[in-house]
């Protein structure tokens, strides 16, 4: 499907992008080349192939979820200057 100059100016406009009058056949030659490979990656035929996340079957390593420190708040709350029910009591800084 390929593209006039007049085509890119209207895209230009709603892109919001300006344009120098001497790019927009380099323009019209590109993007017309990028909806020609759209159109021959539509005619692909794609019955039966699960769609996939990623080219390869690569799985994540995670770790297990276990608890590997120890309940320190009071030790850390006891050097904080104000703290009340757990919390850490800061100044106000919006009125």
């Known amino acids: 499907m390929p593209l006039s100059g ?3 100016e209207n895209i230009a406009h709603l892109a919001r992008l300006a344009l120098a009058e001497e790019d927009i056949p380099r323009y019209v030659r590109e993007l017309s080349s990028i909806l020609n490979l759209v159109e021959q ?3 692909v035929d794609t ?3 699960p769609p996939m996340a ?3 079957d690569a799985h994540q390593r995670l770790r297990p979820d276990a608890v590997t420190e120890t309940d320190q708040r009071e030790l850390f709350q006891s050097t904080a200057p104000l703290t009340e029910a ?3 009591l800061v100044p106000r800084v919006i009125e």
């Open 54 to 56: 990623h080219p390869l």
């Open 6 to 8: 007049k085509d890119v």
């Open 47 to 49: 019955e039966g192939v």
């Open 41 to 43: 990656l539509q005619r």
């Open 86 to 88: 757990g919390l850490y």
